[in-house]
Every structure is written in structure tokens, then in C-alpha cells.
């Protein structure tokens, strides 16, 4: 029996699970998907928000702002990129201008640094704002970060400091007992002391499985366009327009990869698997990207894709479940839950500390390395590496300058890389210009090589995503 099980392995679920790590505990991760960061976590506006934007007094403002000031310290400990870059709110007309600056206030309500600037001091920082922007706030401490590359960085440090993480187990039942809970998988029941519930769009299900006090997740789809590196520079900081009901709103950004990323639209839909983009959709957060900045160079969108976000309509739901002792939810995580996603963490760390009052990991090491960058290094810091292995010689990926030693290296880390999909999270293999057109039969050849299956075997992202089915034609009935 497990002392704590986390369902969940997306950023909120490890960075529980890493703030845990520091305890003389046993603890497990149940992950449905055969990797980390396989839902929210991977597609998101990939944001570190200030926090001017949660109502003052609620947990996301709360968490919003104390994760925020914890991202410069995690990055460094465990090595994945961060940047702050600024953020922005745009004005886009003299009469919205009263509405900016009462907006200002749940920033300064919430603690956060701001500055109004009148359009020619926006432009003076990003020259590109389009000519319907009058007037905006700017937050210097806005920040951006590779989602999945964090999630898989918390995972892998709390992996190696003894937390286990049990992938593809999904979970069909939680029954309640006196002292414990049996967590029905398909691959076996699980018993465990305490139950975290980070399960993203799911955690209503969760919950609901033993509480008499039920919530609702509504997944909301967003749609993003995803721009070539070409135009990674056409701005510096985020730019968001002055939100809406519906949430922040369509934003432009740049990437920490040097990408541009615009959306996302906001739909609420029942099916909570869909992921789908359409003409509407990207329609819309195109034109609305428009109103901020200049000449959006269409012509160098070089993927589109869509997110689910955990929406409740109010608060993140964390804390023990009323009429569920020893069951603690961290539930409805929608935006900024990437941002608060380490004082998450850190708030759920205190409510175990409470209950259990485990002794320290005296094994504890924060640090984590991640898979060298063939592309960031120097000459001089090649050379070395190749002297080192060979394997760092042969580029696989040309878009991104992506070696065979890196992706060997993200397949034999720890929670390595199993599948396509986990190689580009891992190293970016696929995911420029020509979005794995020509890399993709190599990473099939090397993950094949290296696991010791068949080709046939390798797969996009698990289940039935297999990339080849034969050898050949004629096998193919």
C-alpha cells in the first residue's frame, strides 16, 4: 500500500509529486497516457501569467502570483527553458481605456508590477502593435516556457528522488474504506493511504467516484496556429487584448523555441477527447490576432493543433475532499495552472506535511540535467560533445538541429521517450518547418533500435498510433 497516489501525470500531478519527493514516503503517479505530459500540459498557450488578471482574494490570484515568482529558481535546478519576456494587455479603442486602467487595479490588488503605457511608448517596445492599438498595460515579470519539457522535467526529478510512476493505468473506480482507498486500474487495483486528484479534465470523474458533493468539468477546446521560426522574433513580450467572459483571450507570443504562437479561441464542448481544430476556429483566432499585431504572416503557419482546459466557471477546487477524508483534490487546474502549477505543489505539500508529518528525504537532490541542445551549443562545445559519442554528429532533425545522441539520450533517461510523440517532446525532433516529414523514418529506426522491438511496434503516442502496419504491400490484406 502506497502511503500517496497521484492521478495524474500532467504539470500540476508532478509538480505535487516532485514537491513530495523531498519525503520519506511512498508515492505513485497513475497516468492513463503511456507518457507525461500527455494532455493539458502539451498543448497550452505555454504562459507564465503575472497575475493581474484573477479576481483578487481567490486561489488562482493567490497561486498565480506566488508560482510565478518560483519559475526562475525551478528552471534552474531543473534545467528547462524559461524567459521573462513581458506581457501586455492592448487597448484597441479610446473608449475601452477607462476599462484598462479599472483592470489595472486587480493587478495592483493582486500585487503585481504594471506600467500604463499610451501607444507610442507600446510601440517603443514592440514596433509590430497594429494601428488599432491605442493604449496598454505592460507586465514586466510575464513570462514564457516550454509546457512540456517543464511537466517532463518535474516528472524525471521526482522519479529519480523515489517517486513511482505507473503509465497507461487507467482508472475505472475509487472505493472508499475505512483507512485506505482501492483505486480499480485496468492493470490491477492499487490500495493507498491518500488519494491526490490531478487528473486535468478528468478530475471531476475522480472526485465524483467518492463524494457526495459532485463537480462538474466543462472541457473547453482552444485553438492555436503555430508560426515557422522566420517570424520568432516579430515580437518580444505577449500581447493579450483587454479579456472577455470567456478568459484571457487570443494572444500573440513568442515562443521559448523562437516560434510565434497565436490563439486560442474558447468552446465548450461534452467530449472530453476532442481535440480537433477547425476552419471556424483558426478563422477566428487569426482574425482576432490581427487587432494586435501587423501583417500576420500566414504563409508561415507550419501547424495548427487544440488543447482541452479544465473548466469549472469559478476557483480552483484544492484541498480534502469534505465527506472524503484523506482524498485531496487539486481539481479544475484551467489557466493560469501552468503558472501556479509549482505552488500547487507547494500548497498540497503543506496539507500532506499537516497530515503525515513524514520525515525529510535525506536523499533529496533537486537538480535534474536535461537532454543536451546540439543546437544551443557552441563549436567549441560540439566538438567536445562529439568526442564524447559519435551519435552527436549525425544530425536526424535538420529543421531543429536535432542529433541521434539526443535522441538516444531522451529514450534512456529516466521515464524515457517511448514513442514519436516522446521523442519531440524530449528533444523537438519533428517539430519544425516540415513537421517531421523527413525525420520521422529515422526516429521510427533509432526508437526501434534502442527499445529492441520491430518498427511495426513504434507508435505516434501508444495504443493503436502505430506508424507502420507491414513490411511491404503484398503483406497488407
Given amino acids: 500500500m502506497y502511503d500517496i497516489t497521484i492521478i495524474g501525470a500532467g504539470v500540476v500531478g508532478c509538480s505535487i509529486a516532485r514537491a513530495l519527493s523531498k519525503y520519506d514516503l511512498s508515492v ?8 507525461v505530459a ?12 503575472p497575475g493581474e488578471d484573477p479576481i483578487p482574494g481567490t486561489l488562482k490570484a493567490k497561486l498565480n502570483v506566488r508560482g510565478n515568482a518560483m519559475f526562475d529558481k525551478l528552471s534552474e535546478e531543473l534545467d528547462f527553458p524559461f524567459k521573462r519576456n513581458g506581457s501586455f494587455v492592448l487597448c484597441l479603442s479610446e473608449n475601452e481605456i477607462p476599462e484598462l486602467k479599472e483592470y489595472s487595479k486587480r493587478g495592483i490588488a493582486n500585487g503585481v508590477k504594471l506600467e500604463f503605457l499610451n501607444r507610442q511608448q507600446a510601440l517603443e517596445k514592440e514596433p509590430n502593435l497594429s494601428d488599432e492599438v491605442v493604449a496598454a498595460l505592460f507586465f ?3 513570462g514564457i516556457v516550454c509546457p512540456y519539457e517543464m511537466t517532463i522535467a518535474l516528472a524525471e526529478n521526482a522519479f529519480t528522488n523515489g517517486v513511482e510512476f505507473k503509465l497507461e493505468t487507467e482508472v475505472a473506480n475509487i472505493i472508499k474504506e ?31 467516484f467518492v463524494s457526495e458533493k459532485k463537480i462538474k468539468i466543462i472541457p473547453r477546446r482552444g485553438q492555436y496556429c503555430l508560426f515557422d521560426k522566420v517570424q520568432g522574433d516579430m515580437i518580444k513580450s505577449t500581447l493579450f487584448q483587454l479579456p472577455t467572459k470567456l478568459g484571457k483571450g487570443v494572444l500573440v507570443t513568442p515562443t521559448v523555441d523562437g516560434n510565434l504562437l497565436v490563439g486560442p479561441d474558447a468552446e465548450d464542448l461534452e467530449d472530453k477527447y476532442d481535440l480537433e481544430t477547425t476552419q471556424e476556429g483558426l478563422d477566428f483566432i487569426i482574425s482576432k490576432a490581427r487587432k494586435s499585431v ?46 501556479s502549477s509549482p505552488a500547487i505543489g507547494e500548497m498540497i505539500e503543506e496539507i500532506i506535511v499537516k497530515k503525515l508529518n513524514p520525515r525529510k528525504n535525506e536523499n533529496f537532490n533537486p537538480i535534474r540535467k536535461g537532454v543536451p541542445k546540439f543546437r544551443e551549443l557552441s563549436n567549441e562545445e560540439r566538438r567536445k560533445l562529439i568526442a564524447e559519442n559519435p551519435q552527436y554528429g549525425k544530425i536526424i532533425c535538420r529543421c531543429e538541429t536535432v542529433t541521434e545522441g539526443e535522441i538516444v539520450n531522451a529514450i534512456h533517461r529516466p521515464l524515457g521517450a517511448r514513442t514519436l510523440d516522446g521523442v519531440k517532446k524530449r528533444t523537438r525532433a519533428g517539430m519544425g518547418r516540415c513537421q517531421s ?3 520521422s523514418p529515422r526516429v521510427v529506426d533509432i526508437l526501434a533500435r534502442e527499445l529492441k522491438v520491430e518498427r511495426t511496434d513504434i507508435t505516434k503516442f501508444g495504443g493503436h498510433s502505430n506508424i507502420l502496419i507491414g513490411k511491404d504491400k503484398e503483406q497488407v490484406k
Avoid at 477546487?317 to 493560469?336: K, L
Wanted: with cysteine.
Fill in 140 to 142: 514586466p515579470t510575464g
Fill in 437 to 439: 516529414g523527413f525525420c
Fill in 178 to 208: 475505512k483507512d485506505k482507498y482501492t483505486i480499480e486500474t485496468n492493470k490491477g487495483n492499487i490500495e493507498s493511504k491518500i488519494v491526490i486528484n490531478a487528473a486535468g479534465i478528468f478530475s471531476d470523474v475522480m472526485n465524483n
Fill in 28 to 35: 505513485c503517479v497513475l497516468e492513463k497516457d503511456n507518457d
Fill in 294 to 339: 501587423k501583417d500576420i504572416p500566414m504563409r508561415d503557419v507550419i501547424t495548427s493543433f487544440a488543447g482541452l482546459r479544465a473548466h469549472t466557471g469559478g476557483d480552483f477546487i484544492i484541498g480534502e475532499v469534505e465527506d472524503a477524508p484523506n482524498f485531496i483534490n487539486a481539481a479544475g487546474i484551467e489557466s493560469p495552472g501552468l503558472t
Fill in 38 to 49: 500527455s494532455g493539458t500540459s502539451k498543448a497550452n498557450s505555454a504562459i507564465v501569467h
